[in-house]
C-alpha cells in the first residue's frame, strides 16, 4: 500500500454462502502491479465503492472513487471482472470529469459517490 495514508486503498473480502472471509482478500490501490497511474496524497481511491456487473459480461467489475484526484477534480477508477471473479489491474479505466463532460475546477470531486 501506498506510503500515504490520503491516497487511498480498497480491501476486497471474497464470500460464498457461509458470508465473508479474509482468506485471499486482496488490496487495491495505485501502487498494485499493473494498476496504471500512481498513488498520491489526498487522492481518497476508494472513497467510493461498487463490485457490480459494468461491463454486462458476467462478471463483477470494480469501480473506485477517487474524490480528492487532481486537487479536488477526483476521477473513478474501474477495473474490469476476469473469469474468476477477481478484477484484473491491467485492466484499470480512470474516467474524470473530462472524460464525463464536466469542467474541471468546478469541484465536488467525481467519485465521492458511486451507485449501481
Known sequence: MSGSPTAGAAL????GTGGLTATEAEVYDAERTGVP???EAGDR?????SLADLTGDGHPDLA???????AGDGTVLTLRGGPDGAPVPESGTYYGPVALGLSTGSG????GVLAH
Not at 12 to 15: A, F, I, S
Not at 64 to 70: H, I, Q
Not at 108 to 111: A, M
Request: charged content about 10%.
Open 12 to 15: 476486497l473480502l471474497h464470500g
Open 64 to 70: 473506485l472513487g477517487a474524490e480528492g484526484e487532481n
Open 45 to 49: 481511491l476508494g472513497a467510493a465503492v
Open 37 to 39: 497511474g500512481a498513488a
Open 108 to 111: 465536488p470531486g467525481v467519485g
